[in-house]
Nanobody
């Protein structure tokens, strides 16, 4: 059974940084895409960033230049480095895996993690 576990969330002041991790366990697709999403209270879940199997990336306009997604295929881990955090970045952050392999921001994700809370104080 495939499981995605996020960690690294917490409380940070505006302008600060956090690094989220997503570790995948179980037998997953041979080449997979991982995306990060977030959902704030009373808002729809939104795309944040995606990374292909080979390391190609795409970002939401709202996080470009501040967030960096990366991966370590040997460790089955994907990271989201978040810098210059703003109160609007506060949300539950989820990682998800897709068998597609590319960095298309729009794709169907088969597996989702439980999320990690990011709180940004102003």
């Amino acid at each position: 059974q495939v499981q995605l576990d996020e960690s690294g969330g917490g409380l940070v002041q505006a302008g600060g940084s956090l690094r989220l991790s997503c570790v995948i366990s179980g037998r997953i697709f041979s080449m997979y895409t991982v995306g990060w999403f977030r959902q704030a209270p009373r808002k729809e879940r939104e795309f944040v960033a995606v990374i292909s199997w080979s390391g190609g990336t795409n970002y939401a306009d709202s996080v470009k230049g501040r967030f960096t997604i990366s991966r370590d295929n040997a460790k089955k881990a994907v990271y989201l480095q978040m810098n210059s955090l703003k109160p609007d970045d506060a949300a539950v952050y989820y990682c998800a895996a897709s068998p597609r392999g590319n960095a298309d921001p729009v794709q169907n994700y088969n597996y989702w993690g439980q999320g990690t809370q990011v709180t940004v104080s102003s």
